[in-house]
């Protein structure tokens, strides 16, 4: 048993580390190949704080363990909202720009409704992964016409003085552009490693302990792969940077109810306990339209999203971790 705990607690911290790693060097070709900063914030950051959660639930589909994988991306998305956002308005509250309630949060809710009605017969098909995979590469071409189109060209010169910086003055392009992807290369394949040991260990816990591979999914797992999208949230909201920090919540939830799950699905059709969707979907519903409602509120008031928000937010999390404590001792 020890040896499954030591497994989840080390690859988790190797995982938040390796995660870092990757999105520096995301970060870094994407400044250099000047992409908007609203893209770094939203698909950047968004999608590659989320890298967790697709290697931790492509290698639980590849294991048999398809609870695992879609308890570790809901439970995710709920985290997110919930204890992520929760804990940075705690911090530092939000401005919240027009894009935002007109049309990012109005996206992730009808994603989340397509993600609920996909498992209104309790399973998840080949096709029904296909279809959420499709539906990822629309929302992220939307977003990138968008987002180019809104180029911000003053941001994109800081981006770039920031790369010049780092690299102790030398203004050639080559040296950063190999940092990157050495990055890159080294972070994802660490990535890999790190989430193997994460599966293996929270399987052999959930056998141990009598306990579901969902529960240890919406919780353990969960919150381990969520550890990247709090420390780049907490990150950008001190600095300032209200739209990143926002749109890493947004972006990182898409990407996990569809591209995490589509691939798992793809990789093996799930038959899904109901509970998911009673339970964990409704949550993540909720969770979305409330959050929709707060930012629609604070932009309507010109407000920003602060920390009543925030204690809101974070009290929904304790309550829902007390709901699946309960639920797994029944």
Known sequence: ????????????????????????????????????????????????????????????????????????????????????????????????????????????????????????????????????????????????????????SEIEHEHKDDVIIKNEGLEHVEPSLIRGLVSLFIGLLILVLSSRAIVWGAIELATLWGVSELIIGLTVVAIGTSLPELVSSLSAARKGEHDMALGNIIGSNIFNTLGVVGVAAIIVPITTNPVILSRDVLVMAVLTLLLFMMCLFAFITKRKLGRLAGIVLVLFFIGYTLWLIQTASI
């Open 1 to 152: 048993m020890w040896l499954a705990v030591i497994a989840v607690i080390i690859g988790l911290a190797i995982l938040v580390w390796s995660a870092d790693v990757f999105i520096d060097g995301a970060t870094v070709l994407a400044k250099r190949l000047r992409i908007p900063s609203f893209l770094i914030g939203m698909l950047i950051i968004g999608i590659g704080t989320s890298a967790p959660e697709l290697v931790v639930s492509v290698l639980a589909a590849l294991e048999g363990s398809p609870d695992l994988a879609l308890g570790n991306a809901y439970g995710s998305n709920i985290v997110n909202i919930a204890l992520v956002l929760g804990a940075t308005l705690l911090i530092s509250p939000l401005i919240i720009r027009k894009g935002v309630v007109k049309r990012d949060l109005p996206i992730l809710v009808l994603i989340t409704a397509l993600a609920g009605w996909q498992l209104r017969d309790g399973r998840l098909s080949q096709a029904d992964g296909i279809v959420l995979l499709l539906v990822l590469v629309i929302v992220i071409g939307l977003q990138v016409i968008l987002s180019l189109r809104a180029g911000n």
